[in-house]
Structure formats: C-alpha cells, structure tokens
C-alpha cells in the first residue's frame, strides 16, 4: 500500500519527478528570459509614464500621417510576422523542411520591414529636431523615454531576424530541429507582444490630430 | 490506430491549429483597428484613454500568451511558475508611481 502511493505520489504533476515542466531545457531557458525581459519592458514602459505624468504637457507629436498611419502598417507587420512564425512552427513539428524555412523567411521579412518603417520613423523626428534631451515641444525628456523604450524593442526585433536567419540557415542541414524553431517562435512572439504595449501607450495617448 | 489513421488525424489536427491561430490574428488585427478607431475619434480623457488601452493591450497579450506562444496548451505547474510571479513584480514596479505627481502638486522644494 505504501508503495504503490508512493509510486501514485511520482505520477502527479506536482511532484514533479524528473520532467516538472514537461517542456525541455531550451523551451524552459527561453521562457525564464522572456520573464526576465518582460519585467524590462514592464520597467521601462513604467518610467515612461512616471516621466509623463510627472511632467506638464506631454508632447503629441504624432500625427495620422505619417507617424500613427506607418505605426499601424508596423503593428500589421509584427502580427502578421507572428502569424507565419506560428505556421513555421507547425510545418517543422511535420518535419517540412522547405515549409519550415519559407515561413521563417516571411517572418524575417516582416521584422525587416518593422525596422525599415521604424528607423525611418526616427530619422522623422530627428529631422524635426528631437534629440535625446532636448525637442522643440518643451519636455525635454520626451526623447530620451521615447528613443530608450522604441531603441530598446527595436534591437529586439533585430536580434530577432539575426536568430532566425541563424535558425533558417540550419534547418535543412538538420543542425536545427523542431524545438529550435519553437524557441525562436517564442522569442519573436514575446517581441510582438512587448509592441502591443508600445504602440498604444506611445504612440495613440500621444496622438497630435489629423 | 493504424499509421495511416494516426496521418490523417495529425493532418486534420494540423488544419484545426491553422484556423485557430487564423482567428487569434484576425482577433488581434480587430482590436488593434478598435484602439486606433479610439485615438482618432478622441472623445476621451487621456487617462479614460490610457485604462481602455491598457485593458485592450492586455488582452491583446493574452492572446499571443495563450495561443502563438502556446501557454494554453502546456501543463499548469509551468503556466503556474510563469504567470503569477510576473504579475506581482509588475505590480510592485507600481509603487514608485504616486511619487510621479509630487513634483506637479507639491512643487521641487
């Protein structure tokens, strides 16, 4: 009787045994940098707005065209780069190479165009003369949360293209297998979602009318 | 089961998860259009604003969680060490924020 509750107690899940999680060790090292990473974000995000509701009047410098118009057509991008990532994560779970490897490519390509879309943002504003401590609107910190929290996800993003160029590269040689593309795919998901907050939070509540 | 069966079933299963992750799309694709219909209408206070957006984005984010990062499919004890824990430190991050408008009521003295 006592062994066989001590052999019930090892079958639950929360004994844990040898396999707690039931993920590998890759899956379970990238979702503890995610947490780590989302707190971050989560602290940058929370200076930003400390920094807005400390000073006067936040500058709104966005306008529907061009920063919040090419804003949305970057959010539809990092979606959209989400959405292929999904489907390469399937097509590797099939063992499908060329699938697997057009699907991250797509991906990649809709976190170049992020970039492309977004750098050309900055040099925008650049133009209009916001540096990190000074802008022409009055706060002078504006460009410094703007330019740290927009700088920061957008190294994000291209370390992001850079993982999964390695990881496209390995693929069909086998070097990279099911769990790689699922771990990079967690990554790029988790860059996706940290722009959901971005987006609103800087770009929306600083919406500066047609 | 018999092997072909076992293809077929992956197969279909495979199409299931397509449309799955199609409609999670289309749902983030809604709300995002659904905040941005919000900024250009303009109706609201900056911080009506602000809590409508946040509560749009969290939900936003529990959508990529649970189903492109696929959380909702794995077992509970990892979604239990994950989730809880971020949710209190983020929270935590929280209390600098009343010092925020002591500089606006009470001056820099």
Redesign the interface.
């Known amino acids: 009787m006592a062994e066989a509750t001590a052999g019930q107690a090892i079958a639950t899940e929360w004994d844990g045994g040898a396999f707690p999680y039931a993920v590998g060790h890759k899956k379970l090292g990238m979702w503890f940098f995610i947490l780590s990473d989302s707190l971050t974000f989560s602290a940058l995000l929370i200076a930003y707005s400390y920094v807005r509701a400390a000073s006067g009047t936040w500058p709104t410098p966005f306008h529907l065209w061009p920063s919040i118009a090419m804003a949305t057509v970057m959010t539809g991008l990092l979606l959209s780069s989400s959405l292929t990532m999904v489907m390469a994560v399937a097509a590797a779970k099939q063992s499908d190479h060329r699938r697997t490897v057009r699907y991250i490519l797509l991906t990649m390509a809709g976190g170049l165009g992020f970039l492309v879309l977004h750098l050309n943002e900055w040099a925008t504003l650049m133009a209009e003369g916001v540096r990190f401590s000074q802008n022409p609107w009055g706060v002078p910190l504006f460009g410094a949360t703007f330019f740290a929290l927009t700088g920061l996800h957008m190294i994000h993003v291209a370390s992001g293209v850079i993982y999964l160029g390695v990881i496209a590269a390995g693929v069909p040689r086998g070097r990279f297998g099911y769990e790689h593309v699922e771990v990079s795919g967690l990554y790029w998901h988790f860059v996706d979602l940290v722009w959901m907050f971005i987006f609103p939070l800087v770009y929306l509540l600083s919406f500066g009318g047609n | 089961m018999d092997t072909a069966m076992e293809t077929a079933a ?1 197969a279909r299963h ?1 199409h299931e ?2 449309r799955l ?2 409609w999670v ?1 289309l749902y ?2 809604g709300l ?1 259009a659904l ?2 219909a ?3 209408v ?1 109706v609201f206070s ?1 911080m009506v ?2 809590v409508i ?2 509560a ?2 969290i939900v ?2 529990g959508l ?2 649970a189903y ?3 959380l909702r499919f ?5 979604v239990l ?2 989730v809880p ?2 949710v209190v ?2 929270s935590l ?2 209390a ?2 009343p ?6 009521e009470l001056g820099t003295q």
């Open positions: 992956a495979g998860s397509h992750y199609l799309w983030l694709l995002t905040e941005i919000l900024a250009l303009d900056t604003m602000l957006l946040m749009l984005s936003k984010a990529i969680v492109f990062m696929h794995e077992r509970k004890s990892l060490s994950l824990g971020v430190v983020i991050l929280f600098f924020f010092d925020s408008f002591r500089i606006l």
